[in-house]
């Protein structure tokens, strides 16, 4: 891990801790974005160590959603979050390039049919959650799929993930943009949200530079396998 994001892990980490005791947040709340921390700066190299500590991490973060009352992003946490990036980690180790995995993209069919799919769900989950009342019914629905399609995507490396994961970021930010209007006390949230943005774009642009080393590759793969 190069010194400059190691100076950045840090940095966001005493802002985090700063923000949580100015803002008397509970510091168990402050545990699980400690830990995404060193997650994210391994996701951002897209190395599969990133997916098992963020796997047992999402156990935390469920905990810490339930408290905060957003309850779909917990939902998400445990359900989906955790068996998916165990399993993410454990994949990606079985089709191994150098700490990443051999990445693919998506058919133009696949792409159309998830969309469409996404689209669908979202709409009736965010009717069903703005009838309940829920407040944060429109973000927290989108952030929730998108962290879905996003993880499952990352399981089986296609490298559309990481146009996706740029959305739920943003996506992410403003609905903590939302619950620190409400409650000031989520100012750790946003700024952990804005590294974790951060290092997403970093994401993409290292799976897109591992994609092109192994296309470049295939041709003396196949020169191999048929000597």
Request: hydrophobic fraction near 55%; glycine fraction near 4%; aromatic fraction near 16%.
């Amino acid at each position: 891990m190069k010194n400059s994001k190691i100076i950045i892990i840090v940095a966001t980490g005493v802002a985090i801790l700063a923000a949580g005791v100015l803002c008397k947040q509970e510091f168990f709340l402050m545990i699980p974005l400690f830990i995404s921390l060193f997650v994210m700066a391994f996701q951002s190299e897209a190395n599969r160590v990133g997916a098992l500590i963020g796997s047992i991490n999402s156990l935390i973060y469920t905990a810490a959603y339930v408290y905060m009352g957003v309850y779909v992003s917990a939902a998400s946490a445990i359900i989906f979050s955790f068996p998916v990036q165990l399993m993410t980690f454990f994949r990606w180790k079985k089709k191994a390039y150098k700490k990443t995995a051999v990445f693919r993209k998506m058919t133009t069919k696949m792409r159309v049919g998830w969309s469409i799919a996404f689209l669908a769900v979202w709409g009736v989950m965010a009717v069903a959650l703005i009838h309940f009342g829920y407040e944060y019914a429109i973000l927290d629905s989108c952030t929730f799929l998108f962290g879905l399609l996003t993880q499952v995507l990352t399981m089986l490396a296609y490298i559309e993930y990481t146009y996706l994961w740029i959305i739920q970021c943003v996506v992410g930010v403003f609905l903590n943009v939302q619950m620190v209007v409400n409650d000031y006390k989520e100012t750790t949230y946003l700024i952990y949200g804005v590294y974790a943005l951060y290092c997403v774009i970093c994401a993409f642009i290292n799976v897109h530079k591992f994609y092109k080393e192994q296309q470049a590759q295939q041709p003396n793969r196949m020169e191999e396998k048929n000597a």
